[in-house]
């Protein structure tokens, strides 16, 4: 299969799928995001994702359906990117509003959600409700 275009992420998973041969789709993650960049440094990234959500059928992005969802409805993944050191007036920003650094993964959150609901065992996950009782706002 040839890559759709001559696109940086099409050559990505054009080598990827050269190096694992036997590499197939497994789940897909479907999201709506704005993105945002700094005017004077495009380096400095703000993302806002909603209605996040996984599927594991079927695994073609021309028919997707409805997936699970992996935030609550109204819930929105804010992802802040920088090259280096955030800048001081946003870090003194953030820290005033509470909101901190936290690591998050929206495949590692649908792939612990399948395991979960296909053996019907619990596996403890990051549950927001639990991290808010404790006072934590977590920001990924």
Known sequence: MKPLNDSQI?????????????????????????????????????????????????????HITEGTPILKSGEVMMEIKVLNAMPMNLARKLSELGIFPTSFSKYGKGYMDMIRKSSGTYINTYQPEELFEKGVVIYA
Do not use: H, V
């Open 10 to 62: 099409s050559r990505e998973i054009e080598n990827l799928r050269k190096t694992y041969k036997d590499l197939k789709p497994s789940m897909i993650i479907c999201y709506d995001r704005i993105a945002m960049a700094g005017k004077s440094n495009s380096e400095q990234r703000i993302t806002f994702d909603t209605n996040i959500s996984w599927t594991t059928k079927p695994l073609d992005l021309r």
